[in-house]
Every structure is written in structure tokens, then in C-alpha cells.
């Protein structure tokens, strides 16, 4: 991890997925409405095994690189099951894209909107950088960022822990010194390699910290580091 300067920091960048909000709340949560669904409906089982293909096809492909990774996320997919694709999309958008955003709100780590504020505050810009969409997902947690960049959109076309996510912010940004930006994540492997391919600062939180007090801890080096 480089070093942070958190007294003159321009820009902080957030992953999203395990990094503002607690992953396996959530998950579980998921994993009863999927349940409940899907008993009531055996004739459409097949349904899991594309959620089930699709995260672990996009799981295999870190680091890949393409032309239109919004569709391409989907036919591999389909590659996989012999599922048309019109029924992947739909379940996936679904299941998802969609559904899991109405309990995000309350699996948000504490200290996190709090967080968001103090930069605000200290006039620090904010990003989001995920291989996932995130834009429902910030509008369902409640909070706001200078900008919103998913590894699908057509601008990047590249999975983690290619950098071309983390440039194109830095960039857009105008963010010249990279020792005056972090980018926040928790998977080394992923978000960690991201930001050293990027040459940036990074900070791969510890989730069970995160689910206590980690973001207020934050808050206090960002409020009094000198």
C-alpha cells in the first residue's frame, strides 16, 4: 500500500461491492428471497444456474479486456448454459442489477455517509470505480459522487486490475498528482493490483473492522491528521 496523505488528499475512489456496504448481509438477504422465489417456482430453476455461471464467468475473466463488455458479460453466459441469451439478460438484469438494490440502504458499513460528508467538507472530490454498475446502487444508498465509472461502460471495456478504469477518472478529474488520491477497496487481488497498475495510493479495507468502526476511523485521520 502506498502512502496516503490524508491531509492533502484531492480525490478519494470507492469500489462498491463489499467495500461501502456489508457483502454477505446482503448476500444472505438475497439468498431467502431467492429461496422463497424459486420453491414456489420449480419449472424455472434453470434461473440460478445463470446467476450462478454469470458471476463465475466474470470472475474468470479479471483482467480481460474487450469491445462491448456490456453484452460480452452476458453472452458469456450463455456460452456457458446453452441459455438464450433475451432469458440470461433478463434474469441477471433481475436478480442482479435490480432486485438486491432495495436492501442496500441498510447494509451500508457504519460511519460511511459520514465519511462521504467529511470529504465533502474538506472539498475532496469522491469516485466510484466498480467492475459492476453502480449508479442505481450509490441513488439507493444515498450517496453522492463526483463520478461514476463501471468497468462495462463503453468508455473502458476492461475488467480489474487493468487500470484503464482508474486513468480515465484520474483524468477526467484532472487529477495530476497521484499521491494526492486513494483508491478504497477490499480485494488485494483486484482493487489492490488496480491501483498499482494505476501507480495510485490504495487502501484494502478489513471487513469485519468495517463493520464496526473502520469508516469513522477514517473520518478521524482525514478530520485531525495534520
Known amino acids: 500500500m502506498g502512502n496516503i496523505l490524508w491531509n492533502k488528499l484531492d480525490l478519494v475512489i470507492f469500489d462498491v461491492d463489499g467495500t461501502l456496504y456489508d457483502q454477505k448481509k446482503l448476500r444472505k438477504k438475497m439468498m431467502q428471497s431467492l429461496l422463497f422465489y424459486y420453491l414456489m417456482r420449480p419449472w424455472q430453476f434453470k434461473d440460478l444456474l445463470i446467476l450462478h455461471h454469470f458471476r463465475k464467468e466474470r470472475e474468470k475473466k479479471a483482467g480481460y479486456a474487450g469491445t462491448n463488455l456490456q453484452i ?54 469522491k469516485a466510484i470505480y466498480s467492475d459492476y454498475d453502480s449508479i442505481q446502487k450509490l441513488k439507493e444508498m444515498g450517496l453522492v459522487v463526483d463520478i461514476i465509472v463501471s468497468s ?35 480485494r488485494m487481488e483486484l482493487d489492490g493490483k488496480c491501483a498499482e497498475n494505476a501507480q495510485i495510493p490504495f487502501l484494502i479495507i478489513n471487513k469485519e473492522q468495517a463493520k464496526i468502526n473502520l469508516f469513522k476511523s477514517l473520518s478521524n485521520k482525514l478530520l485531525n491528521e495534520n
Request: overall charge neutral.
Open 72 to 125: 460480452e458479460q452476458y453472452e458469456w453466459c450463455v456460452n456457458k448454459t446453452k441459455i438464450p441469451l433475451k432469458r440470461v439478460k433478463e434474469v441477471v438484469d433481475k436478480w442482479i442489477f435490480n432486485f438486491p438494490n432495495k436492501y442496500l440502504k441498510e447494509c451500508v458499513y457504519p460511519g460511511v455517509e459520514d465519511f462521504f460528508k467529511n470529504l465533502e467538507d474538506k472539498n475532496i472530490l
Open 152 to 186: 462495462t461502460d463503453q468508455d473502458i471495456n476492461a475488467m480489474k486490475p487493468l487500470p484503464n478504469g482508474l486513468n480515465y477518472i484520474l483524468n477526467s478529474l484532472k487529477i495530476e498528482d497521484k499521491t494526492r488520491c486513494v483508491f478504497i477497496g477490499d
